[in-house]
């Protein structure tokens, strides 16, 4: 499925109209009744008697609302309808859902008066829904006093609340929310979701989504977006069955770089998830001195010591030519789970990313030299993906948290362009950019998975999968946050990165039946 700017989205809606002769207000009926629909199942699928506060601005947004409104009130509920916004700049669909509504008996109300005001009070406290028809995509930047006050008051009676498009106070396009913004208990995304439903903190205000198909032309939900949500439907093209005749030479050869001393935990991660998702052999380079834990703590998993610099550190260029050795038999190298950030490892680093020809995974202490400097990996003579967390990606791109956040979708997207880099960004969502444009966003994942380690075993993930899958990235993710929603259910906030990883399996495994169920 697609996920649309809202600029995208508006052009979407007009070629529909001009170019297709579809009607808007068409699509405003079939916008309301799909409202109309999230409201009765809020509801227990009875809105008969039940009182609904409609809250409607003065765009489309605030049309669909007075569609679901007359919908709502055919089935027996009690509506109540205020008005929020400049009366003359109403668009003409609104005019005609207000028409259509006045001929029905429908009393609405302009906040306009201390009166209206003290009534839409009273109705949000004796409502049984309110639905939110306020601003919808269209809102970027500060709310107005008036339709800050409304929030308020609606996020004070803490009703069911069901917000059309997204809810108000949220920018579609980042998930910026500024002094407030409309706490939904549903939001129905009408036609395709918006980068905004997924981002933090708008995410957070949006509840359940449900996307509605309200009939626009199914070309037009294609053609020119270039952001893609990581779903069950496009997982099923990403792992293609294992051929009979596999063996441990064809599933992938993989070289995983990482460890030091205090860190051992993330290289043992990384490598035993490769080996979950069914990489066929797992090397893993350590420093010497470590070399006896992992011999103890991994069986699956062979070892190469690497020489140090000082206890429990690569450097130099004995260890920076084992690696390259071991890189030649290898379908993929990952480096950088808790690897460390010594000067001499840093230069190791650099090293074999300028000189190794072989699928590269970076993570971690791997990207860390480049900060700054993501220039230099333009050096890579194949494309590298790099799999930060946010912070991470910020010291690589050289822009703060809080700038980076609201533009995370079109910084991944530059940064994968700039540095011909696979960029798979960790934060709420996983965000994956490529080289040609495209970004990929995963919500899979849930936020107990706040603990360390999982990000070693997304990269473990990432780079077992290399030889099994052209999506490798894409693959690891939805496996991670599949595993994650596993562990989850069984461990709450309680699960630890191992946990994820040992659910890998089952993902897979969920994989393929959801491949059995269509085909």
């Not at 929310?177 to 009408?190: N, R, S, Y």
């Not at 010594?342 to 480049?370: G, M």
């Amino acid at each position: 499925m697609k996920i649309a700017l809202a600029k995208q989205m508006h052009e979407i809606d007009k070629s529909a109209i001009e170019d297709y002769g579809l009607p808007e207000l068409s699509l405003m009926e079939s916008a309301g009744h799909r409202v109309y629909s999230v409201v009765r199942k809020a509801l227990g699928d009875n809105v008969d008697k039940k009182s609904v506060c409609i809250l409607a601005g003065s765009g489309n947004n605030g049309g669909d609302a007075l569609t679901a409104a007359r919908y709502l009130s055919n089935m027996g509920a009690r509506v109540k309808i205020f008005m929020l916004g400049d009366k003359d700049r109403r668009t003409a669909s609104l005019n005609v859902q207000m028409k259509i509504l006045r001929g029905m008996g429908v009393e609405l109300q302009q906040l306009e008066s201390d009166r209206a005001w003290e009534r839409v009070q009273v109705t949000l406290r004796f409502s049984d829904a309110v639905v939110d028809g306020i601003l919808g995509t269209g809102f970027n930047g500060q709310l107005r006093p008036s339709a800050l006050r409304l929030i308020r008051l609606v996020n004070a009676a803490k009703k069911v609340t069901i917000a059309i498009d997204i809810p108000s106070g949220v920018a579609a396009d980042t998930g910026e929310v500024g002094e407030t913004a409309i706490q939904a208990d549903c939001t129905v995304a009408l036609a395709l979701p918006k980068i905004g439903h997924y981002i933090c903190p708008g995410a957070s205000y949006v509840g359940k989504l449900y996307v509605a198909n309200i009939g626009l032309p199914a070309d037009l939900l294609k053609d020119e977006i270039h952001q893609t949500l990581v779903d069950n439907e496009l997982a099923l093209t990403f792992l293609p069955e294992r051929p009979k005749d596999s063996h441990k030479g064809t599933c992938g050869k993989i070289l995983v770089v990482a460890g030091s001393r205090g860190m051992t935990g993330a290289a043992s991660l990384a490598a035993m998830s490769a080996m979950k998702v069914g990489a066929g052999l797992v090397t893993l380079a350590v420093p010497e001195s470590l070399n006896p834990i992992y011999e103890m703590k991994l069986t699956e998993v062979m070892t190469a010591p690497l020489d140090e610099v000082k206890q429990g550190i690569i450097g130099g260029d004995k260890a920076s030519e084992k690696i390259l050795d071991l890189a030649e038999k290898a379908d993929a190298i990952l480096m950088g789970p808790g690897l460390g950030r010594e000067r001499e490892t840093q230069a190791l680093v650099k090293k074999i990313v300028a000189e190794v020809d072989k699928p590269l995974i970076l993570d971690a202490d791997a990207i860390y030299p480049f900060n700054g400097n993501a220039d230099e990996l333009k050096a890579c003579k194949q494309i590298p993906i790099l799999t930060p967390h946010l912070g991470e990606l910020s010291a690589l791109l050289n822009i703060p948290v809080e700038k980076l956040r609201p533009a995370l979708i079109p910084e991944v997207r530059r940064a994968a362009q700039e540095f011909r880099a696979i960029i798979v960004a960790k934060c709420e969502v996983t965000v994956v950019g490529y080289p040609n444009g495209e970004i990929f966003i995963s919500a899979m994942g849930n936020s107990a998975m706040a603990s360390g380690g999982c990000g070693d075993v997304l990269a473990g993930a990432i780079a077992g999968l290399m030889k099994q899958t052209p999506f490798a990235p894409l693959t690891g993710v939805w496996l991670q946050g599949m595993a994650g929603g596993f562990a989850e259910s069984l461990k709450s906030e309680g699960l630890i990165a191992s946990d994820v990883m040992e659910y890998l399996p089952a993902a897979i495994k969920r994989l393929r039946e959801l491949g059995y169920k269509n085909s």
